[in-house]
């Protein structure tokens, strides 16, 4: 490295004219040899910037630099533009290191690591305190760990609010009233399981074309979070919100291996603390949120609709019923670890 001031200059000279110019210009050379550019990297989201996820990755982002001084850094890119919106080759993108950071739902993540499928158990989780404390503890820190065979750092996993059925005509009060409606699902094995167990007739679509499908009455109806038929205006081509409350679901914050290790290792613990301040953040306000807008969807024309007495507990021993169908694919030891985590 080059120093700022000419070798042959006599350094008694510099003192000469002042101690503490000396002082300082002596010391130059070492203050910039300690100095290094900041890292950045890259956060892809698959929804948009003003999206619940993609409010997430900015207030993490956020808590990453003020957490290390700036001197760590995510650019967040929306719409899955990072990944050419295919969200199985974002997952691999990740591994690979070609994506330095991903926020992707759980069931997504399922596809690649089958005990993701355990957050998606019907009706698993009785509120939302029970689902946090699952993603916050000792299960959700297996899940993430789990993610280390693909090359993937995970941070943290924060929660979606609860899944719900919207419906054209038919208001879901009781257990039979989900017999014959088509609806539209996830393309996930466990959605499709607990409709047909339901006496529905599940749908595998891209969520694309679910607007059009609803408009010209191939399907009857759909199931997905409140702000999803609230943001993509499915009131427009639904008339009852019924809270069956029948799925959980989350998002996984993740790092690929390799941007994980160019984030200087004095960083590290920052960079971790600003995912657990995010999804501390993010569960709070997507919950007082989720209230707002079944207000929201009501003013805009849609029918609100519960259970009746007694019809909840009929669809959840239904659903429950085909979790031994899943207990190979998941793995019975960490089922049975779930279930013993949520019963004590």
Do not use: C
């Amino acid at each position: 490295m080059k120093t700022l001031f000419n070798s042959k200059i006599d350094r008694r000279s510099l003192l000469k004219y002042g101690g503490g110019a000396a002082a300082l210009a002596l010391a130059a050379p070492a203050f910039i040899t300690a100095t290094r550019a900041a890292t950045t990297l890259r956060l892809a989201v698959p929804d948009p910037a003003d999206s619940s996820v993609g409010r997430a990755a900015t207030q993490f982002a956020d808590f990453v630099k003020e957490g290390t001084g700036g001197e760590v850094s995510f650019q967040v890119f929306a719409d899955g533009i990072l990944f050419g919106k295919d969200q199985n080759a974002a997952i691999n993108q990740l591994g690979a290191g070609s994506l330095d950071g991903l926020i992707l739902a759980s069931s997504v993540y399922a596809s690649f690591e089958p005990k993701m499928n355990a957050i998606s158990l019907p009706y698993l989780f009785k509120d939302y305190d029970q689902l946090r404390g699952y993603l916050g503890g000792e299960p959700g820190q297996t899940l993430l760990s789990s993610l280390d065979r693909l090359d993937i750092v995970g941070l943290g996993i924060f929660l979606r609010t609860f899944r719900n059925v919207t419906t054209r005509e038919t208001p879901i009060t009781k257990v039979e009233d989900f017999k014959g409606l088509t609806l539209r699902t996830p393309n996930n094995p466990l959605w499709v399981r607990l409709f047909q167990t339901l006496g529905a007739n599940p749908t595998p679509m891209a969520f694309s074309e679910v607007y059009s499908a609803l408009q010209l009455k191939t399907i009857d109806g759909q199931e997905n979070p409140v702000e999803v038929p609230f943001n993509n205006k499915l009131f427009e081509v639904q008339s009852h919100l019924n809270m069956t409350q029948h799925l959980a679901d989350s998002f996984l914050l993740a790092l690929s291996k390799t941007a994980w290790e160019q984030i200087p290792a004095e960083h590290h613990d920052a960079v971790r603390k600003a995912a657990t301040d995010m999804v501390s953040k993010h569960d709070d306000e997507e919950i007082a949120q989720e209230a707002e807008i079944i207000v929201k969807l009501e003013e805009l024309g849609m029918q609100v609709n519960r259970f009746e007495p007694g019809e909840l507990e009929k669809t959840q021993e239904l659903a429950h019923s085909i979790y031994p169908e899943f207990e190979e694919q998941i793995g019975a030891d960490f089922m049975k670890t779930s279930m013993q985590f949520l019963q004590g």
